[in-house]
């Protein structure tokens, strides 16, 4: 008998270090994506798994308006400093909430996040410093990214963010591309959803503005220092 629930409690533990080792993913539509493009044993993804994909995501979430959080993208740290080198990774995923990114991220690349118009979040994102163009265009709801770190803003980075929270970095540099802050109706710029931005001291490095930079955002304010800038449109 003693033998018998030793033996027992030895299958329990072995389950339970097997079913451990997978990640779990909170999203069931993104687990079974990830299971069939990812899973080295066709039965889940393991942290290794994850780490071993470096050939970004190749499409596998594009415009999929099923997909509501993919917070277990931080386990994908092999896919390099670019988040998705792929372009457009998860552009028109309309139902998507939130996003964890890998720690070693420091750009979001083009198209990213473009059309996700149920984003509010995207956490990890304290190293980021480029935000490629179109990489959070439209994404109106977001309301939580850090940009504290941020130095260049290209074409249409953040058109139609509303700027939610929005944090500036103080060593701004390269240009500010053409509609980077911009918003497409004239409706939004009274929005009590717009948070104001104080531009003051932050763009001293600077060398370019180009057009509609700021376009019907009214809630971006401040003194912009332009010594630096060579090109202004």
Same mark, same amino acid.
């Given at each position: +008998?003693?033998?018998?629930?030793? @033996?027992?409690?030895?299958?329990?533990?072995?389950?339970?270090?097997? /079913?451990?080792?997978?990640?779990?993913?909170?999203?069931?539509?993104?687990? &079974?994506?990830?299971? #069939?493009?990812?899973? =080295?044993?066709?039965?889940? /993804?393991?942290?290794? *798994?994850?780490?071993?994909?470096? $050939?970004?995501?190749?499409?596998?979430?594009? &415009? !999929?308006? &099923?997909?509501?959080?993919?917070?277990?993208?931080?386990?994908?740290?092999?896919?390099?400093?670019?988040? *998705?080198?792929?372009?457009?990774?998860?552009?028109?995923?309309?139902?998507?909430?939130?996003?964890?990114?890998?720690?070693?991220?420091?750009?979001? &690349?083009?198209? %990213?996040?473009?059309?996700?118009?149920?984003?509010?979040? /995207?956490?990890?994102?304290?190293?980021?410093?480029?935000?490629?163009?179109?990489?959070?265009?439209?994404?109106?709801?977001?309301?939580?990214?850090? $940009?504290?770190?941020?130095?260049?803003? *290209?074409?249409?980075?953040?058109?139609? $963010?509303?700027?939610?929270?929005?944090?500036?970095?103080? !060593?701004?540099?390269?240009?500010? =591309?053409?509609?980077?802050?911009?918003?497409? =109706?004239? =409706?939004?710029?009274?929005?009590? +959803? !717009?948070? %104001?931005?104080?531009? #003051?001291?932050?763009? $001293?490095? /600077?060398?370019?503005?180009?057009?509609?930079?700021?376009? @019907?955002?009214?809630?971006?304010?401040?003194?912009? *220092?332009? #010594?630096?800038? %060579?090109?202004?449109?």
């Amino acid at each position: +008998l003693n033998m018998s629930i030793f @033996r027992r409690r030895l299958l329990i533990a072995a389950i339970k270090q097997t /079913v451990s080792k997978y990640i779990k993913f909170a999203d069931s539509v993104v687990a &079974s994506i990830c299971k #069939t493009a990812y899973s =080295s044993d066709g039965i889940g /993804v393991t942290t290794a *798994d994850a780490a071993a994909v470096t $050939t970004s995501f190749l499409g596998n979430f594009k &415009s !999929n308006a &099923s997909i509501t959080s993919f917070n277990e993208a931080v386990y994908f740290t092999g896919i390099g400093t670019a988040f *998705d080198s792929t372009q457009g990774a998860f552009e028109n995923c309309t139902a998507l909430t939130e996003v964890t990114l890998p720690m070693q991220i420091t750009e979001i &690349s083009i198209n %990213t996040f473009h059309n996700d118009t149920a984003l509010i979040a /995207v956490y990890n994102g304290n190293n980021v410093t480029h935000l490629d163009s179109n990489c959070f265009y439209n994404c109106t709801g977001l309301t939580t990214f850090n $940009t504290g770190n941020v130095t260049i803003y *290209d074409t249409m980075a953040l058109r139609n $963010t509303y700027n939610h929270n929005l944090t500036l970095s103080n !060593n701004i540099s390269g240009s500010l =591309s053409s509609y980077a802050f911009a918003l497409d =109706s004239s =409706s939004y710029i009274n929005s009590s +959803l !717009n948070d %104001t931005v104080d531009v #003051t001291g932050k763009f $001293t490095g /600077v060398t370019g503005i180009y057009e509609y930079c700021f376009s @019907r955002n009214n809630k971006i304010y401040g003194a912009l *220092d332009l #010594t630096s800038a %060579t090109v202004v449109k």
